[in-house]
């Protein structure tokens, strides 16, 4: 299950999320770094220091490519150009680089969002915080697409084991919601507010026999609601011997492996007796 954050060109929701990311995203390189936008950035360093204004290095790589992709997009007024970002890229400074280009040519950016942010403006008795709020999103449509079979390897306890997927039909469920996440502290005072569209695709990882296998044992219940991919960690965690408790942390590899063993024999039961 992945967890998008979008930027404004989700405004119109009508718009198919898949036909967004076929027809818009480019694949640009080999411009100069935009030196007007980068003036004002504190040192870097190889360690992270909190709210004191020296960045890690890593940090600063990712905010390095959303300035240089907007440096693009500016030569390109006509393209519609974006940055993709993995986790690392989910760094409040990116948002406020793309806020405050706002009326001019702007990178438009797509980034797998890893913090769970406290979010601003939301209703008293609603979820506050960025994973929890989006689950219970307004469902945008459906989209279904097949995934091939593949052979591979993975490294277990220093040996190389060999690894099979099969074919399968992936269903998603594509929830959307406009958020203004709480922006962070930073020296020098809190960064600027800024609003966008968050969207996630539920179900590209697990299938669907395998999480309502897993939650009806966990849970107890056969119609349980489809749970968002932080709960689901949590649960197949809890499958694999991870105690759960708020002092324990996430789950660790070893806790995931043994749960995800344990959810591949419930989804093969499920489908078995519910013939799904």
């Not at 119109?12 to 390189?29: C, I, K, M, T």
């Not at 438009?108 to 915080?129: C, F, H, K, T, Y």
Request: with cysteine; charged share 25%; hydrophobic share 40%.
């Amino acid at each position: 299950m992945l967890d998008f954050r979008v930027a404004e060109v989700f405004e119109e929701l009508a718009v198919p999320v898949r036909s967004v990311l076929r027809n818009s995203v480019r694949r640009l390189a080999g411009t100069a770094w935009p030196e007007t936008l980068q003036t004002n950035l504190p040192p870097l360093t190889s360690r992270t220091s909190g709210a004191t204004g020296v960045w890690p290095r890593w940090w600063r790589r990712w905010l390095d490519g959303y300035l240089k992709t907007s440096e693009l997009a500016r030569r390109l007024p006509a393209c519609e150009v974006f940055s993709i970002s993995d986790r690392e890229g989910d760094i409040f400074e990116v948002f406020e680089a793309w806020h405050q280009a706002a009326g001019g040519p702007r990178a438009e950016w797509i980034i797998r969002a890893n913090q769970d942010r406290a979010l601003l403006g939301m209703v008293e008795g609603d979820p506050s915080r960025l994973f929890e709020a989006l689950a219970a999103a307004p469902v945008l449509g459906n989209i279904e697409f097949g995934m091939s079979a593949r052979k591979g390897t993975k490294k277990v306890k220093g040996n190389r084991v060999a690894t099979f997927r099969s074919a399968r039909t992936v269903r998603q469920v594509v929830r959307a919601m406009k958020i203004t996440p709480r922006p962070p502290e930073r020296k020098g005072g809190k960064l600027e507010e800024v609003s966008f569209w968050a969207i996630l695709p539920c179900g590209c990882v697990f299938e669907e026999a395998e999480w309502k296998g897993a939650c009806a044992v966990v849970k107890r219940d056969k119609n349980a609601p489809e749970p968002s991919i932080a709960e689901f960690m949590g649960i197949v965690g809890k499958l694999g011997g991870h105690p759960g408790r708020k002092s324990d942390g996430p789950p660790g590899p070893q806790s995931i492996w043994q749960g995800l063993t344990r959810v591949r024999d419930f989804a093969l039961a499920w489908k078995a007796y519910y013939g799904e």
